[in-house]
Every structure is written in C-alpha cells, then in structure tokens.
Nanobody, 115 residues
Framework: QVQLVESGGGLVQPGGSLRLSCAAS????????MGWYRQAPGKQRELVAR???????NYADSVKGRFTISRDNAKNAVYLQMNSLKPEDTAVYYC?????????WGQGTQVTVSS
C-alpha cells in the first residue's frame, strides 16, 4: 500500500505563485511516473503535468511556461511550482503516482485564484 500526502494549496491573487508538494510513503515499491491533475467544479479531471523516472516532462498547453514539475526521488516526492496564476487555474489539484503496486491518488488540495 502507498500513501500520498499533499500540501501547499490555498488562496492566492491572480499573478501570484504557489508550490504544491506530494510525498509518497508505504511498503517497498518503485515509483515510475509522477504527476498532477486538477478538477474544477463541473469539469472533468485533467492532466496538468507529469514527470517520468528519467525526468521527462509534459504539460497541459494551458500551463506551459507558468508551471514547473519536479521530483526528488530520495524523498519519493513530486512538486508543482505554479507561477502567474490565473482565476481559471482554480481547482482541486490531485497528485498521481504510478508505482510497482499500481496507480495511487492523493486526497486533493484546493487552489483558489481570486482577488
């Protein structure tokens, strides 16, 4: 079993920044791709960014140039640095980790961009 703990969400003004963190813990497992998804009210969950175990990354077009995903393999952690935030970035953000035990999701953290 793998547990994911997310942190870093909150309320920020347009143009501001936030950094999300997600740490995985549990019994022996290997981590492959790590990623962040988001779900806004009334919308489907969508991929924001993901990073493979060789640090290859891809981003949703809507966040390219503003968000940066990174990982720390020693800490089994993934991060999402979000800059130049816009109201349309408001959503619940979920960490997703693909492991040797299967895929796991975090509990979600709310990000609200509003003045």
């Amino acid at each position: 079993q793998v547990q994911l703990v997310e942190s870093g969400g909150g309320l920020v003004q347009p143009g501001g920044s936030l950094r999300l963190s997600c740490a995985a813990s549990g019994s022996s497992f290997s981590i492959y791709t790590m990623g962040w998804y988001r779900q806004a009210p009334g919308k489907q969950r969508e991929l924001v960014a993901r990073i493979t175990n060789v640090r290859s990354t891809n981003y949703a077009d809507s966040v390219k140039g503003r968000f940066t995903i990174s990982r720390d393999n020693a800490k089994n952690a993934v991060y999402l640095q979000m800059n130049s935030l816009k109201p349309e970035d408001t959503a619940v953000y979920y960490c997703n980790v693909e492991t040797s035990l299967g895929p796991y999701w975090g509990q979600g953290t709310q990000v609200t961009v509003s003045s």
